[in-house]
């Protein structure tokens, strides 16, 4: 990962969150910042980024902060280079297939809604066809 360091505006251009919602995600101690400026701007990197996306993907699925806070542990301590043991490393893949799976449900409703969404905007549209004026000649 790069070591560059971004400020807050350039992180919330990147994720498209608002500066607000990272600064409660901060709060919340899902994400925080890597550093400080000699001025005492948030500094982030791109591991502070890919925490951000991982939460902005999270969140339209109906996971809580809990959960992210969670998963983002699993995750941090799988890749984090520490020595695991059998376990311990199948304990935490098991938690992260618990995600994976109440994700792709999510999505599978998601493709329910949206295919209802889509049948009842061409009904509407129908409709109107169906009752348009004639056109005159």
């Known amino acids: 990962m790069d070591d560059k360091h971004m400020q807050i505006g350039e992180v919330a251009a990147r994720t498209e969150l608002s500066l ?18 000699q001025g005492g701007f948030r500094l982030y990197t791109e591991t502070d980024i890919a925490r951000l996306m991982v939460i902005r993907r999270m969140k339209p699925l109906g996971f809580t902060l809990e959960q992210m806070r969670d998963l983002l542990d699993a995750t941090d301590r799988l890749d984090g280079g520490d020595a695991l043991d059998a376990d311990e ?3 935490l893949q098991e938690r ?3 995600y994976q799976r109440a994700a792709a449900e999510q999505v599978e409703k998601l493709r329910t809604q949206l295919a209802r969404a889509e049948d009842f905007a061409d009904t509407l549209g129908a409709r109107l066809e169906q009752n348009a004026p004639a056109a005159r000649v």
Request: hydrophobic share 30%; charged share 25%.
């Open 20 to 37: 607000r919602t990272i600064r409660h995600y901060e709060e919340t101690g899902l994400v925080i910042p890597s550093a400080r400026s």
């Open 89 to 91: 490393h199948q304990a």
């Open 96 to 98: 992260v297939r618990t």
